[in-house]
C-alpha cells in the first residue's frame, strides 16, 4: 500500500498514520522527520536543507523531492509507505507522481480526513502540553487543572491559539486542499469523516484501502 494521507493540522491524520503503521508494518514518513535525519546525518541534501532551514527559509521543493525520494528508496517500503504531510501542493504531488514513476512505484490511494474547520479550532485550542511528561491532552481530560498522566502543570504552545489555528487552516485551504481534487481526478482519493471516534474513522480507513 503507497498511501498519502491529507487533512487540515488536527484533523487526526497523524493518529490515523500511526494505526495503520502499527497493525501493518508499513512506515509512515513525514517531511519533518526525513530533513531532522539527513540535517543529523550530514547528508548531502540535509546539508544543503540546513542553508535554507538556519536562514528561515522554507527548503525548495526540488531538495525535499530529493530527501523523500532517498527514502522510498530504502528496504523498509518495498512493502508500502504512509506520507503523512507531504506533498503539501499540486507541484510537489506531480513531482512526485515522477520521481515513483521512475522507481516502478505510484501512489495507490490518497485518504482525506475531513473535519469541520470549526470543530479543529476548538480541538487545537483546547490542548495542553505537560511541563513535566510533555503528554499532550485537552483541558476536559485535565485533573484539577494538571496533567493526567503525570499531574505536572501544563501550558498552550504558542500554535495552539486561535489566531494561529486559524491561519493554519487558511494555509492548507489556498495551497494543500487543491490536492483533494488532484487525487480525486486521479481516481485514487477516499473521503473519511475524521469527526468520529477514533476507532471508527480508523476502520472506514481500512475499508477505503480494501485491507
Do not use: W
Not at 134 to 152: H, K, Q
Not at 172 to 186: G, I, M, Q
Amino acid at each position: 500500500m503507497n498511501i498519502v494521507l491529507l487533512g487540515a493540522p488536527g484533523a487526526g491524520k497523524g493518529t490515523q498514520a500511526k494505526m495503520l503503521t502499527e497493525k501493518y508494518g508499513i512506515p509512515q514518513i513525514s517531511t519533518g522527520d526525513i530533513l531532522r535525519a539527513a540535517v543529523a546525518n550530514g547528508t548531502r541534501l540535509g546539508l544543503e536543507a540546513k542553508k535554507f532551514m538556519d536562514a528561515g527559509e522554507l527548503v525548495p521543493d526540488a531538495v525535499v523531492i530529493g530527501l523523500v525520494k532517498d527514502r522510498l528508496a530504502e528496504p523498509d517500503t518495498t512493502g508500502g509507505f504512509i506520507l503523512d504531510g507531504f506533498p503539501r501542493t499540486v507541484a510537489q504531488a506531480e513531482a512526485l507522481d515522477s520521481e515513483l514513476a521512475g522507481m516502478g512505484k505510484a501512489i495507490e490511494a490518497a485518504v482525506a480526513v475531513d473535519v469541520d474547520p470549526e470543530v479543529i479550532v476548538e480541538r487545537l485550542t483546547s490542548r495542553r502540553t505537560c511541563t513535566e511528561c510533555g503528554a499532550i491532552t485537552s483541558t476536559s481530560a485535565l485533573v484539577g487543572g494538571n496533567c493526567p498522566v503525570c499531574e505536572g502543570g501544563v501550558y498552550q504552545r504558542d500554535d495552539d491559539n486561535e489566531t494561529t489555528v486559524r491561519n493554519r487552516l487558511d494555509v492548507y485551504a489556498t495551497s494543500t486542499a487543491p490536492l483533494v481534487e488532484y487525487y480525486r481526478s486521479k481516481g485514487v482519493l477516499h473521503e473519511i469523516d475524521g469527526d468520529r471516534p477514533i476507532d471508527v474513522v480508523f476502520s472506514d480507513v481500512e475499508s477505503a484501502l480494501g485491507v
